[in-house]
């Protein structure tokens, strides 16, 4: 317990570190829109829903999300991007302003500004309409005046942070705002910021960047990849070599069917000569070409050929020894060191979708994190939130390791709710335990102080579900039924009976474990947010302070028996219960200590008859002499 909270001090001190970092963001800025509609009939024309819209939400979307990301985060955030001077790029000023970000983008009277909108009916995404071509390339006017901005942004983020040299993150996802003079000058200006993260669809682009950190999706890191293996590649980076020069790294082939979209669809060979890979990069085989587009289902596995595992339709194969079942992760692993090269990156981190992502430094150590899985609409920008925080945790010169936890909390925690993802540094505070204002809330609390930790999260918007118990010998029974408890809100506040309160309510010889004892142990458990004692009989006083959204008692009968029940519905909460695990409680576990504690009686001599004693051990059956004879252990019966 102890080590977990110095872990979560630890990461929040990184999260305070990086307060007012200066960031430069560039690229492809969008604009987000959803509307929710309903639908109860079908129509007339088609087999398809009538809809209603209800509610429409404009959000800031890929450039502009990871700037909003690191704004909300913490970070001064400053974004240079081409907008259009049109409805679309009004309503994303508006998203910039309100999230703090520092607002010098470039109007473009003759580009729209890219637009993803989606309609949904009961959360589900029923289409997507995009809008914004990437064939409405810059004009001369337009590259000039967003290179005259990137100096200027530059020079003012500089100023601004009293001298100290930027950070700058680059977002290119092929909608024709980082044309080749602008990813030249980046190049060439690559001194000019202390660190430099790279998400980019085509990653082949950006070799002479030498960035930081990339975040490749799967997809996009193995369609570098495979167009590097077909031959479309320049030497390796120098030893030593710290910085790119102003030449780019992979060439593009002459006929490239994988240019476009970066994901590909199953068969599809990037690079054109379908050659698949091996461990060590070697090209044996042809597999053929196919087309581009959107992943599809088969893509995200690795399948077993003749060869060794492969991705389908990628071309990426590892060796057989990685074993069977071996998923993404695994494959994405067995390739960091290789992705490094090609990128020049000092770090790359494969992201997985909701499997987390796969990261990997100089140290050659991969490193693996977790995400829970979503639906697909509660996931979009999942991906700038953990860019904005990898790159803020690296700009504050955290380790890897450390980096690597923080984005994948920032992404995680954002992906509650239908929507596009933004973290803000107070949410990602409070799930490492600590307030907006650097204070730790302790796990252990008294009453006074479970009254102000219960403001703190409520004014941050989360529900609370409330249990209490004695909980004198914990075990497997109490543990699910806490879990299930945390499964009912956002937190759990615990409240444990003092050694008198037990006493009186189980009798002197309980409790078997000090309320110390009692209390650590649960304290321990990662779905127990906080733990009280109360000294009274009823934790009714404790209900009145946290006034909880969820009470929770075991047992099966129905929450009308509970007697806290009209308390908590007064105040507004409702009442659940949850039946105990069967032969899991605390009075079982006890009697079976003390009955197998109590010394045995020894056997009465036996007054039998010699005749009487050979009769009744003919009646047994071989088996049963077998076993006396053999002197096997009998098996002890289940005390009730």
Known sequence: MAGAAAEQRRLATVVESWLGRPVLVVGDAMLDEWRFAESDRLCREAPAPVLTLRRRISAAGGAANTAVNIATLGGRALLVAPVGADVAGDELHDCLDRAGVWDRTVGQPHRPTPVKRRMLAGNQILLREDSGDPEDALDDDGVRDLLTALDCATEELKAAAGGATPTLVVCDYGLGALPAPVRAWLVANRERYTTVALDAHDLADWRGLAPTVVTPSFAEATRLLARAAAGFGAAPRPAGRTAAGPDLHLDHPPVDPADGPSELIVGAAPGGAGARLSATGDRSGVVGTGPTGEPTPGEDRVAMTGDGLSVTGTGVTVNTAAGDGVDRAVLAESRLEELREHTGADVVAVTLDTEGAVVGGADGEPRRSHSTPVPASHAVGAGDAYLAAMTLALAADAPLPTAAQLAQLAATITVSDTGTCVCRREDLLAALGTTADGTAHPTLVGTAELAAIVGDHRRAGRSIVFTNGCFDVLHPGHVRYLEQARGLGDLLVVAVNSDGSVRR???????????????????????????????????????????????????????????????????????RTLGYVPDRSTSAIIERIRAQATPSPQPAQSTRSPQATRSAQSTRSPQSTRSAQSGAPQRMGRSA
């Open 505 to 575: 309510l189980k009798g002197p010889d309980r409790p078997v474990n000090p309320v110390e004892d009692r209390t650590a142990l649960l304290a321990a458990l990662s779905c127990v947010d906080h733990v009280v004692v109360f000294e009274e009989d009823s934790p009714a006083a404790l209900i009145e302070t946290v006034r909880p959204d969820v009470y929770v008692k075991g047992g099966d009968y129905p929450p009308e028996m509970v007697p806290e029940a009209p308390l908590v519905r007064r105040l507004g909460g409702q009442v």
